[in-house]
Nanobody, 130 residues
Framework: QVHLVESGGGLVQSGGSLRLSCVAS????????IGWFRQAPGKEREGVSC?????????YADSVKGRFTISRDNANKNTVYLQMNSLKPEDTAVYYC??????????????????????WGQGTQVTVSS
C-alpha cells in the first residue's frame, strides 16, 4: 500500500528557502513517478514538479522553473525532496506529495499536468510572507 508523508513546510519571508521532504513506503519507488503539487485557497491544485525515478527525467511548472528543484535522496531512496529557493508570496499553498506507477502516464510531465494522482500524502503548509 502506497504511503506518503510530507514534512518541511513552514513560514518564510519572501526570498527565503525551504526544503520539503516526502518519505514513501509500501512500494518500490524505482517504478513510480513522484510529484509535488500545491493548492492555494480558492485555487485548483497544480503540479509543481514531477520526477521519474527510473531515468531521472523531471518536469517543472513554468512558475517555479529556476527556483525549485526536485531530487531523490541517494542514500535513502525512499525520500524525495523539493528544494524551494527565492520563494514568493504566490508560492503560499498546501504542498502535497503524490505517486503513480510509471505505466499510468505516457511521460512524467503528464503526471504534473493532469494533477490527478492515485496516491497522496497529507500535505504540508508553506506560507511566504511579503
Amino acid at each position: 500500500q502506497v504511503h506518503l508523508v510530507e514534512s518541511g513546510g513552514g513560514l518564510v519571508q519572501s526570498g527565503g528557502s525551504l526544503r520539503l521532504s516526502c518519505v514513501a513506503s509500501g512500494f518500490n519507488l524505482d517504478y513510480y513517478y513522484i510529484g509535488w503539487f500545491r493548492q492555494a485557497p480558492g485555487k485548483e491544485r497544480e503540479g509543481v514538479s514531477c520526477l521519474s525515478n527510473s531515468d531521472g527525467t523531471t518536469y517543472y511548472a513554468d512558475s517555479v522553473k529556476g527556483r525549485f528543484t526536485i531530487s531523490r535522496d541517494n542514500a535513502n531512496k525512499n525520500t524525495v525532496y523539493l528544494q524551494m529557493n527565492s520563494l514568493k508570496p504566490e508560492d503560499t499553498a498546501v504542498y502535497y506529495c503524490a505517486a503513480d506507477p510509471v505505466a499510468t502516464y505516457f511521460a512524467v510531465r503528464a503526471m504534473c499536468i493532469m494533477a490527478d494522482s492515485g496516491s497522496w500524502g497529507q500535505g504540508t503548509q508553506v506560507t511566504v510572507s511579503s
